[in-house]
């Protein structure tokens, strides 16, 4: 699985999103700043057997959540121009 989600601070409050953690019974909370785009990826059972740092079996527990600029969300800076992106993840 990989996908960009676009104009995901509509599905977040104050820019702040959370995954439920059913198992540890927790919230993970993922604030980020720059951004009107996410990317939700596992690499799966394939691609994670071709990872050498990464266990075979490792694609059953886990989940990458990117702040991005990506596809709409990209942002094409001028010499001298600044942009920043940031991401603070937190339980």
């Known amino acids: 699985m990989d996908r960009i989600y676009f104009d995901t601070e509509d599905t977040c409050t104050e820019g702040i999103c959370a995954i439920f953690d059913a198992q540890l019974l927790r919230q993970i909370y993922i604030k ?10 596992n690499p799966w059972e394939n691609k994670a057997k071709a990872m050498a740092d990464f266990p075979d079996e490792g694609y059953r527990q886990m989940v990458c959540i ?8 990209v942002r094409h800076l001028a010499p001298g121009e600044m942009h920043t992106l940031s991401q603070i993840i937190g339980l």
């Open 66 to 73: 990117e702040t991005a600029n990506a596809v709409d969300d």
């Open 32 to 41: 980020r700043n720059g951004s009107h785009s996410t990317v939700v990826w």
